[in-house]
């Protein structure tokens, strides 16, 4: 059980344009998604946390007008990439959690590597 | 200093060797995450844990609350084992992370 996908596993896009990535929990509801970034040899940087049906909350320094999430089902987030730069090329990692469980334990996608050109 | 540390940062070892990696957190926890993540980037959960000790096939992780510190050990390693290991520990519902173990086993 407690299983996440990730759609696309990987995307290359050309710079000036909008990438969409798909954060599904396949066997669970999730109230409570997370964004992550990973650049190389670096931990996860928590981008956003998003709660199913109100708006995400974005950590500092990232810019909301340019990484849009939305949560509208209990078992759907999306993260898009608006206008895109080749500084945006990383690896986005979406995990979940029921905290209606009784545990904040989150369950990983398996990442999406984008590159901008 | 970043509130989770972990050591070493790289760490090589011959196949069937005993390996630890070291976890210390500065931060009040309700539980630690150990997580697995191979070169494809994908990220496996390995344990969660909030007192004593747990055990999966070759793997036990422990963790001492009182000093805030917590180990993976991974018994007679396999090149398989390869891949970056992460300490996180739940501050509320956030997860912080530490920066990471990079295990290489050769045969």
């Known amino acids: 059980g407690a299983v996440v996908s990730q759609h696309p596993s990987w995307v290359i896009c050309k710079s000036g344009t909008s990438v969409k990535i798909e954060c599904r929990s396949l066997?669970?509801?999730?109230?409570?998604m997370f964004w992550y970034r990973q650049f190389p040899k670096q931990s996860l940087m928590l981008m956003a946390t998003?709660?199913?049906?109100?708006?995400?909350?974005?950590e500092q320094g990232v810019e909301k007008d340019k990484f849009l999430i939305n949560h509208a089902s209990l078992t759907l987030s999306t993260l898009t990439v608006t206008s895109a730069h080749p500084e945006d090329s990383s690896f986005y990692i979406c995990?979940?959690?029921?905290?209606?469980?009784?545990?904040?334990?989150?369950?990983f996608g398996p990442g999406t590597r984008l590159t901008v050109t | 200093k970043n509130e989770v540390e972990q050591s070493p940062q790289n760490l090589t070892a011959q196949e069937g060797e005993f390996i630890t990696i070291n976890c210390s957190y500065s931060?009040?926890?309700?539980?630690l995450h150990w997580l697995q993540q191979h070169p494809g980037g994908g990220i496996v959960s390995l344990f969660m844990?909030?007192?004593g000790k747990k055990k999966h096939g070759r793997l036990i992780a422990t963790i001492n609350i009182q000093e805030k510190h917590s180990s993976l050990h991974i018994t007679a390693s396999h090149p398989r084992d390869s891949a970056v290991y992460i300490c996180?520990?739940?501050?509320?519902?956030?997860?912080?992370f530490g920066t990471g173990t990079r295990l290489q086993v050769f045969p």
């Open positions: 995990s979940a959690s029921d905290p209606g469980r009784g545990t904040y334990e989150q369950y």
């Open positions: 066997d669970f509801q999730a109230t409570t």
């Open positions: 998003s709660n199913e049906g109100s708006k995400a909350t974005y």
């Open positions: 931060v009040g926890i309700s539980a």
């Open positions: 844990l909030s007192s």
């Open positions: 996180a520990v739940y501050n509320t519902d956030k997860l912080i």
